[in-house]
């Protein structure tokens, strides 16, 4: 079992810059693909980002590509989304999430390793 937990949320003006964290624990972490997702007020929530394992593949959503980045270290057993160029439509709750899928995989969302969310909002 992996438990998360999301940091780093704030209040920012549109195109500025926050970095996203997601610590986890136990000593499992290394072998999970970690994924962020963001809900907005009376939406679904979306997948963002993924990375696998070894943070050797990542994949993003068209909506952030570019201007989102994920990243993390295994050996501080953490996950990182650095969103860069915000905008207000990026005004959401961020959770992270981990599976043992592909980074591309339709099935993201799906398992039940969640974090608490950090909300990030985005004013114009």
């Known amino acids: 079992q992996v438990q998360l937990v999301e940091s780093g949320g704030g209040l920012v003006q549109a ?8 610590a986890a624990s136990g000593r499992t972490f290394s072998t999970y ?4 997702f963001r809900q907005a007020p009376g939406k679904e ?10 943070g050797l593949n990542t994949y993003y959503a068209d909506s952030v590509k570019g201007r989102f980045t994920i990243s993390r270290d295994n050996a501080q057993n953490t996950v990182y989304l650095q969103m860069n160029s915000l905008k207000p439509e990026d005004t959401a709750v961020y959770y992270c999430n981990a599976d043992k899928i592909p980074t591309k995989s339709t099935s993201w969302g799906t398992s039940d390793y969640w974090g608490q969310g950090t909300q990030v909002t985005v004013s114009s």
């Open 33 to 36: 693909a970690m994924g962020w």
């Open 45 to 54: 929530r979306e997948f963002v980002a993924s990375i696998s394992s070894t």
């Open 15 to 22: 195109g500025g810059s926050l970095r996203l964290s997601c």
